[in-house]
C-alpha cells in the first residue's frame, strides 16, 4: 500500500506543479500566445530556488519522529505533500485573483446575475459631466441595447474585468459582435447634437 500511495503523492505534487506554471503563463487558459512568450521569458532560477526552498522545508519536518519510520522513508512522503500544498495555495490564489473571486463583483456573480435577467455593466473612473439631456438619451440607448450601466468607483479590479467581459459576452449573443461600434457612434451623434443645442442658446444669449 505504501509504495502506490507514493507514487500517487508524487505524480499529483508533479501534476500540480506543471499545471499551476501553465495556468500563470497563460493568464489562466485564456492567452496561449502570453503562455509562449512567458515561457520563452521563463525565470529558471527563481524557480530552482523556490524547488530548492521546499526541498529544504521537507527535510526539516522529516525529522520529526513518526513511529518508527526512518528518515528517508518520512522525506520520500513529506516532501510531494509539501509541494501539494504549496502549488495548491499558489493555484488557489492565482484563480481567485484572475477570477476575483474575493471581491464584490466577479465572473461568477455576472452569470448569477445573468441568469437573473440583471444585466449591466460596470462603469469605473471619473463621471463625466453631461447634460440631463445627454443622461436621459444614454438610459434610453442603454436600455435599448438592454443594459444598465452602474458607477463603482475609480479603481479598476480583476473582478470588475471578469464581470464586464461576462456581461459584453452575453450582450455580444443578444445584440451582435459589433453592438459597441453602434452603440458608441450613436452616443457621439447624441452628444454632437447636445453641442450643438449648448452654442445655439448660447448664440441667442449673445
Given at each position: 500500500?505504501?509504495?502506490?500511495?507514493?507514487?500517487?503523492?508524487?505524480?499529483?505534487?508533479?501534476?500540480?506543479?506543471?499545471?499551476?506554471?501553465?495556468?500563470?503563463?497563460?493568464?489562466?487558459?485564456?492567452?496561449?500566445?502570453?503562455?509562449?512568450?512567458?515561457?520563452?521569458?521563463?525565470?529558471?532560477?527563481?524557480?530552482?530556488?523556490?524547488?530548492?526552498?521546499?526541498i529544504?522545508?521537507?527535510?526539516?519536518?522529516?525529522?520529526?519522529?513518526?513511529?518508527?519510520?526512518?528518515?528517508?522513508t518520512?522525506?520520500?512522503?513529506?516532501?510531494?505533500?509539501?509541494f501539494?500544498?504549496?502549488?495548491?495555495?499558489?493555484?488557489?490564489?492565482?484563480?481567485?485573483?484572475?477570477?476575483?473571486?474575493?471581491?464584490?463583483?466577479?465572473?461568477?456573480?455576472?452569470?448569477?446575475?445573468?441568469?437573473?435577467?440583471?444585466?449591466?455593466?460596470?462603469?469605473?473612473?471619473?463621471?463625466?459631466?453631461?447634460?440631463?439631456?445627454?443622461?436621459?438619451?444614454?438610459?434610453?440607448?442603454?436600455?435599448?441595447?438592454?443594459?444598465?450601466?452602474?458607477?463603482?468607483?475609480?479603481?479598476?479590479?480583476?473582478?470588475?474585468?471578469?464581470?464586464?467581459?461576462?456581461?459584453?459576452?452575453?450582450?455580444?449573443?443578444?445584440?451582435?459582435?459589433?453592438?459597441?461600434?453602434?452603440?458608441?457612434?450613436k452616443?457621439?451623434?447624441?452628444?454632437?447634437?447636445?453641442?450643438?443645442?449648448?452654442a445655439?442658446?448660447?448664440?441667442?444669449?449673445?
Open positions: 500500500m505504501k509504495k502506490p500511495l507514493k507514487l500517487i503523492l508524487i505524480v499529483a505534487a508533479a501534476l500540480l506543479f506543471f499545471l499551476e506554471l501553465v495556468l500563470e503563463f497563460s493568464n489562466v487558459g485564456q492567452d496561449w500566445n502570453l503562455f509562449l512568450m512567458n515561457l520563452r521569458r521563463f525565470d529558471f532560477k527563481y524557480t530552482l530556488v523556490v524547488i530548492c526552498v521546499l529544504c522545508a521537507s527535510s526539516f519536518l522529516a525529522l520529526i519522529k513518526y513511529k518508527k519510520w526512518a528518515y528517508r518520512k522525506l520520500t512522503y513529506i516532501m510531494p505533500i509539501v501539494i500544498i504549496f502549488t495548491s495555495y499558489h493555484l488557489a490564489g492565482l484563480v481567485d485573483y484572475y477570477y476575483g473571486l474575493s471581491e464584490d463583483y466577479n465572473y461568477f456573480r455576472a452569470r448569477r446575475d445573468i441568469s437573473y435577467g440583471k444585466i449591466q455593466l460596470l462603469a469605473v473612473g471619473l463621471l463625466v459631466d453631461e447634460s440631463i439631456e445627454v443622461q436621459k438619451a444614454r438610459d434610453s440607448l442603454c436600455q435599448a441595447f438592454g443594459f444598465k450601466t452602474i458607477p463603482v468607483g475609480c479603481i479598476r479590479t480583476e473582478g470588475i474585468e471578469r464581470y464586464n467581459e461576462t456581461m459584453e459576452d452575453f450582450l455580444v449573443s443578444k445584440n451582435g459582435k459589433d453592438w459597441q461600434q453602434t452603440f458608441y457612434r452616443m457621439d451623434s447624441i452628444r454632437s447634437i447636445d453641442e450643438k443645442r449648448k445655439s442658446a448660447a448664440n441667442k444669449v449673445w
